[in-house]
């Protein structure tokens, strides 16, 4: 556990790892799917097969999400306040107060109710409670800023802490309160442990019939937990308990590494790599396109037809792939600062890209 104690250990030199956008990709199609599912399902009222796969991943979605995005932290958190914040900071804040503007442009003045003083007010709130999916892209700014704060801390200790925090019931209401108690120790293991996971990766591929094996037992495993109603009130499910959400977490990311190295492994997983690499375009502006379908699904009578389950599958298909071909058709046109931010809102000199940065 040395990388827990200091700074013994390093990461990948520059440039792209295929696992990581791998599993980045399996985390941004999943986070897109419940998304999808749950919201299709709410509208029509009724359940289909989709929601087994929503439910399954459920303790290990965000875990392995925020996990992977501590990942490359060690390459920058050393630098000074300037360069680290434009790397770390102000890219997640700009995408945040940009995408925040847009969506809240179709949906405030609804919310509002027509209501101009509510309207305004509800708009100031949105930069201090971020508004809904955006939360993950706010917090990543929080998480790093609080992680280079507390860089002189023993690594041990904060895990320690951040562990205690997603252990504790911590509901105050404030999404970013929250959500920082719930997955600031998945962050933290993926930058202090990122040597240690980088060699795990490194070695799935060298024994992959005990990584198959492993994984088939951590799938019953954790089916079972996910899916077992929870003895405790307010507590869906045993994988929401205390302690074990944590180790399910954890495990879950395992698991998702070990996939994507054994689909490196064997030349497979250029769609999901794809995904990854681009996973913030997709997280930024997946909501619309996932919306249209739905309607155009529910209004044209073709849910009926297909089922809830296949239609939460093209719903999700769609709100993946949309963004894509978005970004890919505005790719060097004016519109290009939906996705990459512009120079001007930079600290210094454009950097040259990193996977998960």
Not at 144 to 164: C, D, E, R, Y
Not at 187 to 214: E, S, W
Request: hydrophobic share 55%.
């Amino acid at each position: 556990m040395a990388g827990l104690n200091g700074h013994s250990g390093t990461v990948p030199a520059p440039g792209r790892v295929a696992w990581v956008d791998i599993a980045k990709g399996i985390c941004i199609i999943l986070v897109v799917m419940m998304h999808s599912t749950l919201g299709l399902e709410y509208a029509v009222g009724r359940e289909g097969f989709m929601n087994t796969i929503v439910v399954f991943a459920r303790p290990f979605r965000m875990p392995d999400f925020f996990l992977l995005s501590g990942l490359f932290l060690a390459r920058v958190i050393d630098r000074d306040w300037r360069s680290y914040g434009d790397k770390r900071v102000l890219h997640f804040v700009y995408f945040y107060v940009l995408w925040y503007i847009i969506q809240f442009g179709m949906k405030g003045w609804g919310m509002a109710e027509g209501n101009p003083v509510e309207f305004a007010r509800l708009f100031l709130l949105g930069f201090i409670e971020p508004l809904g999916t955006l939360w993950f892209v706010y917090l990543l700014a929080v998480l790093s800023v609080v992680t280079k704060l507390l860089k002189g801390v023993p690594g041990i200790l904060l895990v320690a802490v951040a562990a205690a925090l997603e252990i504790a019931p911590v509901a105050t209401g404030w999404t970013v309160i929250d959500e920082f108690c719930e997955r600031w120790v998945y962050f933290l293991v993926g930058y202090l442990c990122a040597p240690m996971i980088f060699r795990f990766a490194a070695q799935v591929p060298k024994h992959r019939l005990t990584a198959i094996g492993g994984l088939a037992v951590w799938a019953l495993v954790n089916g079972f937990f996910a899916f077992s109603a929870s003895p405790v009130e307010g507590l869906p499910t045993f994988a929401s308990l205390p302690v074990l959400s944590l180790i399910l977490g954890i495990a879950g990311s395992a698991a998702i590494i070990t996939v994507a190295s054994l689909l490196v492994s064997v030349g497979k997983g250029e769609a999901l790599r794809y995904c990854g690499e681009n996973s913030i375009v997709i997280y930024l502006a997946f909501f619309l396109p996932m919306a249209v379908t739905r309607v155009l699904l529910m209004k044209s009578g073709a849910l009926d037809a297909i089922g809830v389950g296949w239609g939460a599958f093209l719903v999700t298909a769609a709100a993946v792939v949309t963004p894509l071909i978005v970004a890919r058709i505005i790719s060097g046109t004016w519109l290009n600062f939906l996705f990459v931010r512009p120079a001007a809102f930079r600290l210094g000199p454009k950097p040259v890209l990193s996977p998960a940065e």
